[in-house]
């Protein structure tokens, strides 16, 4: 990277050039992995049309500035937020807060600006936020120059999810997909937390829940939300009413979501996320967890299926 020039990647320009040694010759191997964990890691994507921009600050004082002149009046609820970075018009605004929690927050809002650029329809909220979170488990290896991404190596999201449970904070999973960040932080803090933690769970769940049974179904709605078809799949559900179909088309409820890509019934749908997200907490699964691996011991029984 030229001195004095922000550094670029086939895909990312990163901006301004960084001065913090943490991340001086970093961060455009780690933006190219990212990449390469969002079109792989979960179902196969496409390429991102063009170029994406990150401005990764070295001080929370440089990154306010920037924020009040980027958003203007809408700065506001950003300003107010304890720590973190936001993704506007498919641009990231982060500011250094040390190597784990930067990286961590700046794979989180790649996904973002991956989605805003990629996909034709926007995803409901508790899919977007969900794979972001599912996005930011990596670790480095010792003499790799790049990272390791390993969804279940997320320690924050782990520990929010058992200590929600112990203090009686989990939601019904439908509250969790008619609601939003904002939403949960009109609660408090520790709600909106617990909102984020049930996210990350409930893409693990589809992925690999119930012998991954709802896998494919989250790849046709990704790949729906890439060509711009929800819209068009919604009103092909034979499951759904005239007035569903108007709800879930203008609203894009992750319940009729649910019911149109992963499971017309909802009730029994819930139960087995209910069952997955149990047997997440059973047993103490820290190790797995440092390691990447999957906490569950023994792997939880597939349901079965229907014809």
Same mark, same amino acid.
């Given at each position: *990277? *030229?001195? +004095?020039?922000?550094?670029e990647t086939h895909h990312w320009t990163i901006r301004p050039p960084l001065r913090s040694a943490n991340f001086t010759g970093s961060l455009p191997a780690f933006y190219d992995a990212a990449l390469r964990n969002f079109r792989t890691g979960l179902v196969p994507l496409p390429a991102p049309p063009k170029r994406l921009e990150t401005c990764v600050f070295g001080t929370r004082e440089e990154w306010a500035r920037y924020t009040e002149h980027r958003l203007g009046s809408d700065a506001g609820p950003y300003l107010g937020m304890g720590r973190g970075g936001f993704t506007s018009g498919g641009e990231a605004v982060l500011y250094d807060i040390g190597p784990r929690d930067t990286l961590s927050i700046a794979a989180h809002e790649g996904w973002h600006q991956y989605s805003q650029t990629t996909f034709r329809n926007s995803l409901p909220v508790w899919r977007?936020? +969900?794979? !972001?979170?599912y996005m930011e488990g990596c670790r480095q290896p010792r003499g790799s120059p790049e990272p390791a991404f390993l969804p279940w190596r997320n320690t924050e999201? &782990? !520990?929010?999810?058992?200590?929600?449970?112990?203090?009686?904070?989990?939601?019904?999973?439908?509250? *969790?997909?008619?609601?939003s960040p904002q939403s949960f932080l009109a609660v408090s803090r520790d709600a909106q937390l617990s909102y984020y933690a049930q996210v990350w769970a409930f893409v693990h769940f589809l992925r690999d829940g119930e012998g991954g049974r709802y896998r494919a179904g989250l790849e046709r709605m990704l790949g729906a939300a890439v060509r711009g078809t929800i819209g068009e799949s919604l009103r092909s559900c034979e499951a759904l009413d005239a007035r569903a179909k108007r709800l879930a088309a203008s609203a894009k409820s992750g319940t009729w979501l #649910?019911? *149109?890509?992963l499971d017309a019934d909802f009730e029994a749908f819930e139960r087995s &996320?209910?069952? &997955? #997200? +149990? !047997?997440l907490l059973e047993n103490n699964g820290w190790d797995r967890i440092l390691r990447g691996e999957c906490p569950l011991d023994p792997p939880a029984s597939p349901a079965q299926a229907t014809p």
């Open positions: *990277v *030229v001195s +004095g020039l922000p550094p977007e936020e +969900g794979i !972001a979170c999201r &782990y !520990a929010e999810l058992r200590s929600s449970a112990r203090k009686g904070r989990l939601s019904e999973l439908r509250a *969790v997909l008619e609601g #649910v019911t *149109v890509y &996320y209910d069952r &997955y #997200v +149990g !047997a």
